[in-house]
T-cell receptor
Framework: KAGVTQTPRYLIKTRGQQVTLSCSPI?????VSWYQQTPGQGLQFLFE???????NKGNFPGRFSGRQFSNSRSEMNVSTLELGDSALYLC????????????FGEGSRLTVL | AQSVAQPEDQVNVAEGNPLTVKCTYS??????LFWYVQYPNRGLQFLLK??????LVKGSYGFEAEFNKSQTSFHLKKPSALVSDSALYFC?????????????FGAGTRLAVHP
């Protein structure tokens, strides 16, 4: 069974640009969550999608957005990039069940110059 | 507001000795507690979780954790450490009030197991 796939794995952008990251969940998983990992702030919850609907959202500015498609694949977008957006962005999928375990992808490492 | 504290940045232990990685939490509602491990340049891997029931939870790779409601703790333990256990360990909490999959993570504890 294939794991969670995130693309691209590495990317470099400059300030002011926008970026789109993609996540393909494990087959059958309908919940997809996104997390940002930085050395200073650690792991922070961005948002969760379930059946194409945003079910929960963290405390990030509106520049951070996401969506989920009917096949459960998800994308997140960051507009008007800032230096502080440099981070490892992790996607996780899970079955819909209370506090089911999250399966994480290997992440997309974004560097903003 | 939910929060997780991992008081130790790093834990050093000799191979074969028992290890403990500490975690305390604060949450509104019923807590759901998790431990994840991260190897360099990789995503997180699930180790174990507590939702309800027996306070001692057994997980992957010989790890276990004990839920203590009165102390609001969920310490990770292993009877005999291996060098291959060296990694970054994260404790996380969610609740039925804030959303099951909205995990709040601790800052992480780096475990170093020496031969």
């Amino acid at each position: 069974k294939a794991g969670v796939t995130q693309t691209p794995r590495y990317l470099i952008k400059t300030r002011g640009q926008q970026v789109t990251l993609s996540c393909s969940p494990i087959s059958g998983h309908r919940s997809v969550s996104w997390y940002q990992q930085t050395p200073g702030q650690g792991l922070q919850f961005l948002f969760e999608y379930f059946s194409e609907t945003q079910r929960n959202k963290g405390n990030f500015p509106g520049r951070f957005s996401g969506r989920q498609f009917s096949n459960s694949r998800s994308e997140m977008n960051v507009s008007t990039l800032e230096l502080g957006d440099s981070a490892l962005y992790l996607c996780a999928s899970s079955l819909w069940s209370p506090a089911g375990e999250l399966f994480f992808g290997e992440g997309s490492r974004l560097t903003v110059l | 507001a939910q929060s997780v504290a991992q008081p130790e940045d790093q834990v050093n232990v000799a191979e074969g000795n028992p290890l403990t990685v500490k975690c305390t939490y604060s949450v509104s509602g019923n807590p759901y507690l998790f431990w994840y491990v991260q190897y360099p340049n990789r995503g997180l891997q699930f180790l174990l979780k507590y939702i309800t029931g027996d306070n001692l939870v057994k997980g992957s790779y010989g790890f276990e954790a004990e839920f203590n409601k009165s102390q609001t703790s969920f310490h990770l333990k292993k009877p005999s450490a291996l060098v291959s256990d060296s990694a970054l360990y994260f404790c996380a909490v969610s609740s039925n009030r804030d959303g099951y999959n909205k995990l709040i993570f601790g800052a992480g504890t780096r475990l170093a197991v020496h031969p």
